[in-house]
Antibody
Framework: EVELVQSGGGLVQPGGSLRLSCTAS????????MTWVRQAPGKGLEWVAN????????FYLDSVEGRFTISRDNAENSLYLQMNSLRAEDTGVYYC??????????????WGQGSLVTVSS | DIQMTQSPSTLSASVGDRVTITCRAS??????LAWYQQKPGKAPKLLIY???ILESGVPSRFRGAGSETEFTLTISSLQPDDFATYYC??????????FGQGTKVEIK
């Protein structure tokens, strides 16, 4: 059974840092792009960043570029989001998402349970 | 970056109604579009990918159509479990996977 289990998150002061983790099971993790998506309270979904199967390509939302770093460890079946210089507007629930697969041409079929990040003094 | 615009933002309907949600892209996304359903406090659920392919296990009352810049999600006969918020997402390039702003389907 495919599963994405998230950890991390919490309350942090503006300017602080947090690291989110997403551990995958039930599929060949290294065969998929992976993505982080966030949702501010009461708002819609916002694509944040993604990373290629082997980690060689990474893309970011303009507003997080230079502050957030997406990474992965295929040996540990894990995805990470290091968030630095956090701002109040980064507050929300962060989801990891299984992204594109070249064999199925499908994306977004599995999501983590979400991690709440609150940036406040 | 490709901007996605959904309409309407809110839709009031009754059980058994046929409802259609529209998603427009600012650039050609071919058929690289997905539809998701989200309920409060839950992660989104994939309904449709590649514009019209029904995800396994999703009821056949959900139908996706369209290409290039205009897409639709139609629910042929609204069921009580379908009251939720729906999002489209384009995936025309790896460098961004922007979402529409969402359409809340509520009980009339």
């Amino acid at each position: 059974e495919v599963e994405l289990v998230q950890s991390g998150g919490g309350l942090v002061q503006p300017g602080g840092s947090l690291r989110l983790s997403c551990t995958a099971s039930g599929f060949t993790f290294g065969a998929y792009w992976m993505t982080w998506v966030r949702q501010a309270p009461g708002k819609g979904l916002e694509w944040v960043a993604n990373i290629k199967e082997d980690g060689s390509q990474k893309f970011y939302l303009d507003s997080v570029e230079g502050r957030f770093t997406i990474s992965r460890d295929n040996a540990e079946n894990s995805l990470y989001l290091q968030m630095n210089s956090l701002r109040a507007e980064d507050t929300g629930v962060y989801y990891c998402m299984r992204d594109f697969n070249h064999q199925t041409n499908k994306w977004g079929d599995y999501w983590g349970q979400g991690s709440l990040v609150t940036v406040s003094s | 970056d490709i901007q996605m615009t959904q309409s309407p933002s809110t839709l009031s309907a009754s059980v058994g109604d046929r409802v259609t949600i529209t998603c427009r892209a600012s650039q050609n996304t071919h058929t690289w579009l997905a539809w998701y359903q989200q309920k409060p406090g839950k992660a989104p659920k994939l309904l449709i990918y590649k514009a019209s392919i029904l995800e396994s296990g999703v009821p056949s009352r959900f139908r996706g159509a369209g290409s290039e810049t205009e897409f639709t999600l139609t629910i042929s006969s609204l069921q009580p479990d379908d009251f939720a918020t729906y999002y489209c997402q384009q995936y025309n390039s790896y460098s961004s996977g922007s979402f529409g702003q969402g359409t809340k389907v509520e009980i009339k």
